[in-house]
T-cell receptor, first 113, second 111 residues
Framework: DGGITQSPKYLFRKEGQNVTLSCEQNLNHDAMYWYRQDPGQGLRLIYYSQIVNDFQKGDIAEGYSVSREKKESFPLTVTSAQKNPTAFYLC????????????FGQGTRLTVV | QKEVEQNSGPLSVPEGAIASLNCTYSDRGSQSFFWYRQYSGKSPELIMSIYSNGDKEDGRFTAQLNKASQYVSLLIRDSQPSDSATYLCAVWNPGGFKTIFGAGTRLFVKA
């Protein structure tokens, strides 16, 4: 089955730790995205990538980093510089970045303990 | 002014009624418009996309777009309790080359 797989589903981070959220897609989509969702709020774009080895900052990139070494994979690292990382993180992909629908993974819920 | 605005709700309708969800956007250059449904604790799923003025129907769902008024809406006919969810309006912005999401409208369908 084609789709987007995020792991883990739940993640707990201690203060000062870096953590990496995985996102893999087998839809052969060129574009991939990371969004953050806080309770009662819409999705805010963290980073996006249109092609392999290239990515751009979204609206709230501070404290996050990404890589796009393979078309299928777009991992997100939440660094210790992100002061309020507790949120629901969503990875998405689309055929391209122009006028196309995005399809989402099941999300990772990150909690700072 | 937010780029994409939705009434947060909750919007409550009885089973079998028509639910009307509304969205306004600020950038006149916006070209593509999407409605996503998100159940509590789950990820959004695309239910409708619309690109030109007018209505687009898909089963019980109708999307309506009025670019002159910068307004897009979603009608759900014969609402079912399983339609209870948060509905996110999303707008593709060619200037920023990205999709912008509204905060969503919570819909409750009472049995």
């Amino acid at each position: 089955d084609g789709g987007i797989t995020q792991s883990p589903k739940y993640l707990f981070r201690k203060e000062g730790q870096n953590v990496t959220l995985s996102c893999e897609q087998n839809l052969n989509h060129d574009a991939m995205y990371w969004y953050r969702q806080d309770p009662g709020q819409g999705l805010r774009l963290i980073y996006y990538s249109q092609i392999v080895n290239d990515f751009q900052k979204g609206d709230i990139a501070e404290g996050y980093s990404v890589s796009r070494e393979k078309k299928e994979s777009f991992p997100l690292t939440v660094t210790s510089a992100q002061k309020n990382p507790t949120a629901f993180y969503l990875c998405a992909s689309s055929i391209g970045t122009v006028n196309t629908e995005a399809f989402f993974g099941q999300g990772t819920r990150l909690t700072v303990v | 002014q937010k780029e994409v605005e939705q009434n947060s709700g909750p919007l409550s309708v009885p089973e079998g009624a028509i639910a009307s969800l509304n969205c306004t956007y600020s950038d006149r250059g916006s070209q593509s418009f999407f409605w996503y449904r998100q159940y509590s604790g789950k990820s959004p799923e695309l239910i409708m996309s619309i690109y030109s003025n007018g209505d687009k129907e898909d089963g019980r769902f109708t999307a309506q777009l009025n670019k002159a008024s910068q307004y897009v809406s979603l009608l759900i006919r014969d609402s079912q309790p399983s339609d209870s969810a948060t509905y996110l309006c999303a707008v593709w912005n060619p200037g920023g080359f990205k999709t912008i999401f509204g905060a969503g409208t919570r819909l409750f369908v009472k049995a």
